[in-house]
């Protein structure tokens, strides 16, 4: 096996204000497929192109945002020994029973990081009913809808003290830093992290106010579908935020709107292949413009401003 | 039907701006391009268009986040613009 520790993030439970709504983006605008509800009335959903039970859970809640994002150990005994890890670097684990709030799921380690935002892990995951084929597999089984997303991809998170989080993340975790931003005194203002050879599973930027997240990405094949992914928000009256663009960090092809709940979407494509020998790239403050929407090279207050 | 539209006053400038009853009064205010536009989600979320309406008649007609309008706050008339719509004359300012 080639990843050590976690495999990538597995899933997202996100809060929705309006869940008949939001669902409705969720299944038919973005495309993914719904797996099931929990008896506390939360909805289980799934990419086309994913092989794991479900990577989103729905929450209806007063409060748009994000409860907490979990990541794939890449087997039982990596789990355990990231659980120590956590404990060791001094954040508090609770255990969440297999099959308890997530259906189909292991069991989980739940714990605080200092940006605010509850992580988990797990190393156990049952396969989806309707997954890829994988016997002389056609490219999808159903049509896929909408904007096709094919998976759950990344995160952006804001909170303080993004320097202790990233290197968390390659402690506890054994991901690296393939791309930063520096503050002009040497201070990481934004980090991007992966595990695996995407560009990053997860990035941060440095925020006062703890937990907040920026956007939740999904994956899609390639530039055309941006563009239809483009006149999906349009047709559908969604808000753009900005887009379709192209990152110089990551190098992804990239847009960006908000769901009917307010949280913030990415949908992208491309992005480099990253290694964890290559060296790091590091970018200007003074540069990010460049670097988050290279053909402006501009960055919209909104973007930088606004999370939920 | 016919459209009813309502003056929107910005407290601070004196500025005005029409609303009509089927939309919110952040896409007035953004179609007008008058008033302090901020904004973000346009869907009660992220309350970056946070205000306070200082008199006239208005209903929400979308779930604003609690995160960012307390039970305190709508008593006080603080509303999330993108999730409110006009059944007046409304002044609106800053918080
Ligand atoms: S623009 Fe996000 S709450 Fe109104
Ligand atoms: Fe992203």
């Known amino acids: 096996m080639g990843f050590k520790g976690t495999l990538r993030p597995g899933l997202v439970q996100l809060r929705v204000l309006d869940l008949d709504k939001t669902l409705d983006f969720y299944k038919n605008v973005l495309g993914l497929n719904e797996v099931g509800r929990t008896s506390d009335g939360r ?29 794939k150990a890449a087997c039982p005994d990596t789990l355990e020994k990231i659980k120590e890890k956590v404990v060791a670097f001094g954040y508090s684990v609770t255990e969440k029973a297999a099959n308890s709030d997530q259906p189909g799921f292991g069991k989980r380690y739940s714990f605080k990081i200092c940006t605010g935002h509850t992580f988990e892990v797990y190393a156990d995951v049952e396969l989806a009913a309707k997954g890829p084929q994988i016997k002389n597999p056609d490219i999808w089984s159903e ?43 040497g201070k990481r203002f934004a980090t991007w992290i992966t595990g695996s050879n995407k560009p990053h599973d997860l990035a941060f930027v440095e925020y006062a106010q703890p937990n907040k997240i920026h956007h939740v990405g999904f994956y899609l094949q390639d530039w055309s579908e941006v563009g239809n992914a483009a006149d999906l928000i349009a047709i559908n009256h969604l808000k753009l935020d900005i887009g379709p663009t192209r990152h110089a960090i990551t190098r992804g092809l990239s847009i960006y709107f908000w769901e009917p709940s307010g949280n ?38 909104s973007f930088l401003e606004v999370v939920t | 039907m016919e459209t009813v539209f309502h003056n929107v006053t910005v407290a601070e400038t004196g500025e005005r701006f029409l609303c009509g009853e089927g939309e919110s009064v952040l896409a007035a205010m953004f179609r007008a391009g008058r008033g ?44 999330l613009l993108c999730c409110v719509q006009p059944r007046g004359d409304l002044t609106i300012r800053a918080v």
Not at chain 1, 178 to 184: G, I, R
Not at chain 1, 270 to 283: C, I, K, L, M
């Open chain 2, 36 to 79: 302090p536009i901020t904004y973000g989600c346009c869907g009660g979320g992220c309350g970056a268009c946070r205000m306070k309406i200082v008199s006239g008649n208005y209903v929400p007609f979308k779930k604003m986040s609690r995160a960012h309008v307390s039970e305190r706050d709508i008593q006080d008339g603080i509303v």
């Open chain 1, 264 to 301: 913030r979407i990415e949908v992208y494509a491309g992005g480099y292949t990253a290694y964890p020998d290559n060296p790091q790239r590091v970018w200007d403050v003074s540069e990010v413009g460049r670097g988050l929407f290279y053909y402006s090279g501009q960055v919209i207050p």
């Open chain 1, 143 to 185: 049509q896929p809808r909408g904007m096709k997303a094919q998976r759950l991809d990344h995160f952006l998170l804001y909170g303080p003290n993004i320097a202790e989080a990233e290197r968390f993340c390659r402690e506890v975790f054994g991901m690296y830093v393939p791309e930063v931003v520096n503050t002009e005194d």
């Open chain 1, 43 to 71: 909805v289980l959903l799934k990419a086309y192109d994913e092989f794991d039970h479900h990577s989103l859970t729905l929450r209806k809640a007063d409060e748009a945002g994000l409860d907490y994002v979990a990541f």
